[in-house]
C-alpha cells in the first residue's frame, strides 16, 4: 500500500477530479485554450494554502506532456536552478521542460533575475506558486513575462466535496475503511479547513490514524476531528495575506464601531493561535489612531490589556484583549491628532532649518545672553497667559494644525 500522506496519493490528475477554480480551469478558460494548442506562456499562480497551485501545475505539465521539474524556493537556490535548466537545454528537442518555483516569493531578486533569461529564451516554461501578493513580492521582469492567474479559497462546498472523495475512493483514498463521518460533521470540517484542502485531508488522516488497526468501524465524531486539527495546527497562517486580512478586518470593524464584527475578528486570530501580545500592540496603535482625545482613556484600557496579557497569557488573557475591543468599538472616534500629527511631519521635513526663535532659546551663559538668545521671552506666569507670544519658527507662524 502506498503509504505516502492522503493528500498526496489523492492529487490529482485531471481536469475532472480538479475541484472549484471554475475561472482558471474552466473549458472555455484561457489556460485550457492555450493548453489545447500547447502553447503556454510562463505562469504566475498566486492563493492561498492548498487551493491546488502544485496540483494544477502538475496537470498542465501532464497536458503539454512536459518533463515536471520542481524546486522550493525555501530549501533551494540558483546553483539548482543551474542543473535543472542545463538538463532542460540538452532535452529541449525531445521535450519542454516545466520549472514549477514554489514559494517563489521567498526568492530574492538577485535569485529571481537569475530566472529571466530562461524564461525569456524558452528553455523552460516557469510556474511560480505564491501565497503573498505577486505585485510586491515577485520582481516585475519576471512579472511582466508572465501570466498571472489569481486562485480563490477553496469554498466549504469543494471541501466537502473533496472529503467525500476521500472517503470513498477505494484505490487511493480510505473507501476500504469503515469510516463513519456525520454529513453535518463533515461539512463542520469542511468550515474549519478555511479554503485549504490539504488542511481537510491531513485532518482527516490524522483522525483515522488515531484508531488501531483492529477497530472496526471508525466513527469520527466533531470531538476528535477538532483535536486532529489542533494537533495539526493547520488552518491559520500566522505571517501570509489571511494574516493581514484578518488583522485588517479587526482594524476596520473597530473604525467602523460594530462591536459584535470586532470582537469575532479578535476571536478568528486568538482561537487560531495569534500571538496576544501582537493583537495588543494593535490596540495600542488603534487607540492613539482613531480614538485619540476623543476617549483619552483608550489608550490607557489598550496599554492595561496589553500587560494583562503579559502577564496572565492565553488563554487567560483573552478577555482582556476582548474588554479592550469592545471599549475601543464603543469609544467616541476621532482622528483629529493623526492628521494633525501628519501635517506636522510634512512641515518638519520642509523646515528642517529653521531656527528656534531666539526668544524661546536658553540663556546659560553670558555670551548667549549678549547675542540675544531668550531676549523678550515672556515667562507665563508673569503674565496674562493669554497675552500673544509666538511659539512656532517665522515661517510658520500663526500655522494651526488642530
Ligand atoms: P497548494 O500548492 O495550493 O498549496 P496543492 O495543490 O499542493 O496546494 O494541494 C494540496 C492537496 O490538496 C492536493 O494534494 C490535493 O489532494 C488537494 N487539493 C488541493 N486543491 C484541490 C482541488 N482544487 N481539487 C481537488 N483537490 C485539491
Same mark, same amino acid.
Given at each position: 500500500m502506498n503509504q505516502s500522506p492522503l493528500a498526496d496519493r489523492l492529487r490529482p490528475t485531471t481536469w475532472d477530479e480538479f475541484v472549484g477554480q471554475e475561472k482558471i480551469v474552466?473549458?472555455? +478558460?484561457v489556460l485550457r485554450r492555450s493548453l489545447a494548442q500547447k502553447k503556454l506562456p510562463s505562469l504566475i499562480l498566486w492563493g492561498?494554502?492548498? +487551493?491546488g497551485k502544485t496540483t494544477l501545475a502538475h496537470i498542465i505539465a501532464s497536458e503539454l506532456e512536459a518533463e515536471f521539474q520542481t524546486l522550493s524556493a525555501v530549501t533551494t537556490g540558483i546553483a539548482d536552478l543551474k542543473k535543472i535548466v542545463a538538463a532542460a537545454w540538452v532535452n529541449q528537442e525531445d521535450k519542454k521542460t516545466l520549472l514549477f518555483i514554489d514559494e517563489?516569493?521567498?526568492? %530574492?531578486k538577485a535569485q529571481q533575475d537569475a530566472l529571466l533569461p530562461h524564461v525569456e529564451k524558452g528553455t523552460v516554461i516557469l510556474i511560480g506558486a505564491t501565497t503573498e501578493n505577486p505585485s510586491f513580492e515577485i520582481i516585475s521582469a519576471l512579472l511582466s513575462r508572465s501570466r498571472v492567474f489569481v486562485l480563490q479559497a477553496l469554498t466549504p462546498v469543494d471541501i466537502s466535496q473533496i472529503i467525500s472523495r476521500a472517503l470513498t475512493d477505494q484505490e487511493k483514498g480510505l473507501g476500504k475503511l469503515s469510516v463513519e463521518l456525520k454529513e453535518a460533521d463533515k461539512e463542520w470540517l469542511a468550515q474549519m479547513a478555511n479554503g485549504d484542502a490539504r488542511t481537510a485531508l491531513n485532518t482527516l488522516e490524522l483522525a483515522v490514524n488515531s484508531? +488501531?488497526?483492529?477497530?472496526g468501524t471508525l466513527t469520527l465524531t466533531r470531538e476528535l476531528l477538532l483535536e486532529a486539527l489542533q494537533q495539526g495546527n493547520l488552518y491559520y497562517d500566522k505571517t501570509g495575506e489571511e494574516h493581514y486580512n484578518i488583522i485588517s478586518a479587526l482594524h476596520k470593524s473597530l473604525r467602523g464601531s460594530d462591536a459584535d464584527a470586532a470582537l469575532y475578528w479578535l476571536g478568528r486570530m486568538l482561537e487560531a493561535g495569534e500571538k496576544p501580545l501582537y493583537v495588543a500592540r494593535r490596540l495600542i496603535r488603534f487607540a492613539s489612531e482613531d480614538v485619540g482625545l476623543a476617549n483619552s482613556q483608550a489608550l490607557e484600557q489598550c496599554v492595561a490589556a496589553y500587560q494583562a496579557c503579559h502577564f496572565i497569557g492565553m488563554p487567560e488573557c483573552e478577555l482582556a484583549l476582548a474588554q479592550a475591543v469592545v471599549y475601543l468599538a464603543k469609544c467616541k472616534k476621532s482622528n483629529q491628532l493623526y492628521k494633525a500629527y501628519g501635517e506636522v511631519k510634512k512641515d518638519v521635513q520642509k523646515t528642517l %532649518?529653521?531656527?528656534?526663535p531666539l526668544h524661546l532659546r536658553n540663556a546659560p551663559t553670558k555670551l548667549m545672553n549678549n547675542i540675544? =538668545?531668550?531676549?523678550? =521671552?515672556? =515667562?507665563s506666569p508673569d503674565f496674562d497667559y493669554a497675552e500673544e507670544q509666538e511659539y512656532l519658527p517665522p515661517e510658520l507662524k500663526g500655522k494651526k494644525y488642530l
Amino acid at each position: 500500500m502506498n503509504q505516502s500522506p492522503l493528500a498526496d496519493r489523492l492529487r490529482p490528475t485531471t481536469w475532472d477530479e480538479f475541484v472549484g477554480q471554475e475561472k482558471i480551469v474552466g473549458e472555455q +478558460s484561457v489556460l485550457r485554450r492555450s493548453l489545447a494548442q500547447k502553447k503556454l506562456p510562463s505562469l504566475i499562480l498566486w492563493g492561498p494554502p492548498g +487551493s491546488g497551485k502544485t496540483t494544477l501545475a502538475h496537470i498542465i505539465a501532464s497536458e503539454l506532456e512536459a518533463e515536471f521539474q520542481t524546486l522550493s524556493a525555501v530549501t533551494t537556490g540558483i546553483a539548482d536552478l543551474k542543473k535543472i535548466v542545463a538538463a532542460a537545454w540538452v532535452n529541449q528537442e525531445d521535450k519542454k521542460t516545466l520549472l514549477f518555483i514554489d514559494e517563489i516569493h521567498r526568492w %530574492n531578486k538577485a535569485q529571481q533575475d537569475a530566472l529571466l533569461p530562461h524564461v525569456e529564451k524558452g528553455t523552460v516554461i516557469l510556474i511560480g506558486a505564491t501565497t503573498e501578493n505577486p505585485s510586491f513580492e515577485i520582481i516585475s521582469a519576471l512579472l511582466s513575462r508572465s501570466r498571472v492567474f489569481v486562485l480563490q479559497a477553496l469554498t466549504p462546498v469543494d471541501i466537502s466535496q473533496i472529503i467525500s472523495r476521500a472517503l470513498t475512493d477505494q484505490e487511493k483514498g480510505l473507501g476500504k475503511l469503515s469510516v463513519e463521518l456525520k454529513e453535518a460533521d463533515k461539512e463542520w470540517l469542511a468550515q474549519m479547513a478555511n479554503g485549504d484542502a490539504r488542511t481537510a485531508l491531513n485532518t482527516l488522516e490524522l483522525a483515522v490514524n488515531s484508531f +488501531s488497526p483492529d477497530e472496526g468501524t471508525l466513527t469520527l465524531t466533531r470531538e476528535l476531528l477538532l483535536e486532529a486539527l489542533q494537533q495539526g495546527n493547520l488552518y491559520y497562517d500566522k505571517t501570509g495575506e489571511e494574516h493581514y486580512n484578518i488583522i485588517s478586518a479587526l482594524h476596520k470593524s473597530l473604525r467602523g464601531s460594530d462591536a459584535d464584527a470586532a470582537l469575532y475578528w479578535l476571536g478568528r486570530m486568538l482561537e487560531a493561535g495569534e500571538k496576544p501580545l501582537y493583537v495588543a500592540r494593535r490596540l495600542i496603535r488603534f487607540a492613539s489612531e482613531d480614538v485619540g482625545l476623543a476617549n483619552s482613556q483608550a489608550l490607557e484600557q489598550c496599554v492595561a490589556a496589553y500587560q494583562a496579557c503579559h502577564f496572565i497569557g492565553m488563554p487567560e488573557c483573552e478577555l482582556a484583549l476582548a474588554q479592550a475591543v469592545v471599549y475601543l468599538a464603543k469609544c467616541k472616534k476621532s482622528n483629529q491628532l493623526y492628521k494633525a500629527y501628519g501635517e506636522v511631519k510634512k512641515d518638519v521635513q520642509k523646515t528642517l %532649518n529653521q531656527p528656534v526663535p531666539l526668544h524661546l532659546r536658553n540663556a546659560p551663559t553670558k555670551l548667549m545672553n549678549n547675542i540675544g =538668545y531668550g531676549k523678550d =521671552y515672556k =515667562y507665563s506666569p508673569d503674565f496674562d497667559y493669554a497675552e500673544e507670544q509666538e511659539y512656532l519658527p517665522p515661517e510658520l507662524k500663526g500655522k494651526k494644525y488642530l
